[in-house]
T-cell receptor
């Protein structure tokens, strides 16, 4: 366990379904992130939350909707996804404001859209 | 957007040998970080080197940073089968803490 927990580990959903990915951290970090990792591509930063406020939205389609109700929890709500959205979705947290820190990642959710 | 690029894309070595991989980046940075990812899992932070540091060690890991060439290298000494993984470099921009990752180097250590 890294201190960042993602659920579920695996998810198969149809294109008309609505599902949510959950991320939880108990490290006292003040920033949380969603990344998408597709096969043979670099990690893509999707969303950044700092102090529970969204500070980044990297042109992500509206079928992905993040939510950060408090500094320990981050959700990614999914609806009407496409097969090309199948990927490993990684959540990470960090302590920002100190100038130098590394990220702590969860184990990811392997999403398959059918 | 992708900031770092690792080289080579893949590396296969015998157990006990050293593995070296390189990372090049484009813009000025505060620090450069290396991460490891075992198959299908999350990334694990290995080591962070600040822009005013030239070399850093952590166990069997040695990282160098050359800011004039905008490049870094990661050396794994006396490799083990458990070192089989993908290795990524990541950099925040100078006024930004958000990390951009390269495509990674896949290392296979043969027993």
């Amino acid at each position: 366990e890294t201190g960042v927990t993602q659920t579920p580990r695996h998810l198969v959903m149809g294109m008309t379904n609505k599902k949510s990915l959950k991320c939880e951290q108990h490290l006292g970090h003040n920033a949380m992130y969603w990344y998408k990792q597709s096969a043979k591509k670099p990690l893509e930063l999707m969303f950044v939350y700092s102090l529970e406020e969204r500070v980044e939205n990297n042109s992500v389609p509206s079928r992905f909707s993040p939510e950060c109700p408090n500094s320990s929890h981050l959700f990614l709500h999914l609806h009407t996804l496409q097969p090309e959205d199948s990927a490993l979705y990684l959540c990470a947290s960090s302590q920002e404001g100190t100038g130098v820190s590394g990220y702590t990642f969860g184990s990811g959710t392997r999403l398959t859209v059918v | 957007s992708q900031q770092g690029e690792e080289d080579p894309q893949a590396l296969s070595i015998q157990e006990g040998e050293n593995a070296t991989m390189n990372c090049s980046y484009k813009t000025s940075i505060n620090n450069l970080q290396w991460y490891r990812q075992n198959s299908g899992r999350g990334l694990v932070h290995l080591i962070l080197i600040r822009s005013n540091e030239r070399e850093k060690h952590s166990g069997r890991l040695r990282v160098t940073l050359d800011t004039s060439k905008k490049s870094s290298s990661l050396l794994i000494t006396a490799s083990r089968a458990a070192d089989t993984a993908s290795y990524f470099c990541a950099t925040p921009s100078i006024n930004d803490y958000k990390l951009s990752f390269g495509a990674g180097t896949t290392v296979t250590v043969r027993a």
